[in-house]
């Protein structure tokens, strides 16, 4: 076997070969550091005296279906120039690594087809050397996104586990690149966020969040200057949910025949209602033993009507028309919706100026689920962090 053999099938260069070692399930190749490629691996000075060594292995590029390792005596110098007495730097391998960088990007090449544990079965290595090798690309890739650009953002949360585990999601709408990932949904969840975007220097235009109070305050608090606007999503499905408990509460004993089974069409929109199933005359039915009920059904179809306006102007005097006629009804969630609405106008109206909503957000959420539901969950908090930051990357964006 040649020197030259080593670095165009394994990445190794600056050694010199010695022998091969064949055991029952393994190949073993003794290599040798060059006396003049010896190095200071503090201030990389040449001026340096061995001091024997220590022998190691390090997992190279299988050959076929047999797994080989290189053995190395790792040289200890003594450096003429800083003083210091250290092991030399091994050139094929990364720091406390005892895989070789040539078989790192072959696991992360096989990790674009396969699961984690398929490649470690396929190269016959630990779970935990695949992850590693992942891991730590994940981190210098998509460890720290770069906030500077950032113009336009989404923040939500996403529940990861049982027991009300969370996870606060921020958003580069522009790019739909995840570019935080917070423990927890309070607002403090957000604060390593702030910080790092403050010393970004990014100026943030809009930011699109739900009606989370929390979420308000700290958006107020770190971007005065950034438009708010409300999810149009989220408003309309904070108000079918209400409207979902007030017919529940509003069904009686007697007409309970007639208005069961009527919750999802009261949600539907009308033009999705099946006339074959006679969708259409059912809810016809449930409204008219039901004022009130219609009242709301008919306030929630106008709803929607907010932000399909001609221009900003036309929503505003729209919006205080719908919430007028929402007090007038008397009904009491129909009230406070109204109140509600009115007090977060600002944050309604400005998808006038930035139309945008959390709905890509949304879209990551499910990619998220996806990605635990496909990996089993993660017991290694930060590695499932990295691959969120990595979602939109559409090669890692659907793996196990």
Avoid at 8 to 27: C, K, M, P, S
Avoid at 87 to 108: E, H, I, M, N, P
Avoid at 142 to 171: C, E, F, M, N
Avoid at 217 to 225: K, Q, S, T
Wanted: with cysteine; glycine share 6%; proline share 3%.
């Amino acid at each position: 076997m040649s020197t030259s053999l080593l670095y165009h099938g394994f990445g190794i260069r600056g050694y010199d070969y010695r022998r091969t070692l064949y055991q029952e399930r393994a190949v073993i190749f003794v290599i040798e550091q060059k006396r003049e490629s010896l190095r200071c691996p503090c201030c990389g000075s040449g001026k340096v005296h061995k001091r024997g060594g220590k022998i190691r292995q390090f997992r190279i590029l299988p050959i076929g279906r047999k797994p080989a390792f290189v053995e190395l005596n790792v040289p200890r110098v003594s450096c003429l120039e800083c003083g210091v007495v250290r092991q030399v730097k091994v050139g094929f391998a990364d720091t406390q690594r005892t895989y070789s960088r040539a078989l790192a990007r072959y696991v992360l090449e096989l990790r674009r087809l396969m699961t984690l544990k398929d490649v470690a079965r396929h190269l016959q290595v630990s779970q935990w050397m695949v992850r590693d090798i992942e891991k730590r690309h994940l981190k210098k890739h998509y460890g720290k996104p770069k906030l500077k650009w950032l113009s336009r953002i989404a923040i939500d949360q996403i529940s990861v586990a049982s027991g009300h585990r969370y996870l606060t999601i921020v958003l580069d709408l522009d790019s739909g690149a995840v570019v935080f990932v917070g423990n927890g949904k309070k607002a403090e969840a957000l604060n390593p966020f702030w910080r790092r975007l403050k010393a970004s220097r990014a100026w943030i235009e809009a930011v699109a969040i739900d009606m989370s109070p929390a979420y308000i305050a700290a958006v107020r608090e770190n971007l005065p200057m950034a438009a708010l606007i409300f999810d149009r999503f989220h408003i309309v499905k904070l108000f079918n949910d209400r409207l979902s408990n007030f017919r529940r509460e509003t069904t009686d004993k007697l007409h309970k025949d007639v208005l069961k089974g009527t919750r999802w069409l009261l949600l539907k929109n009308p033009e999705n209602l099946d006339e074959n199933k006679n969708e259409r005359t059912r809810l016809d039915e449930a409204l008219e033993l039901n004022a009130s009920l219609a009242t709301a059904y008919y306030l929630k179809e106008d709803l929607r009507q907010i932000w399909e306006q001609p221009n900003e102007q036309a929503a505003q005097r729209f919006l205080k028309d719908w919430c007028g006629r929402a007090r007038a009804s008397g009904i009491r969630f129909l009230k406070t919706f109204a109140n509600t609405l009115h007090g977060h106008r600002s944050g309604v109206l400005n998808w006038y100026n930035y139309p945008i909503s959390t709905g890509p957000l949304e879209g990551t959420n499910n990619k998220i689920k996806t990605l635990q539901r496909q990996a089993y969950g993660f017991r290694d908090q930060e590695y499932f962090q990295l691959k969120i930051y990595a979602l939109h990357e559409t090669k890692w964006a659907l793996l196990g």
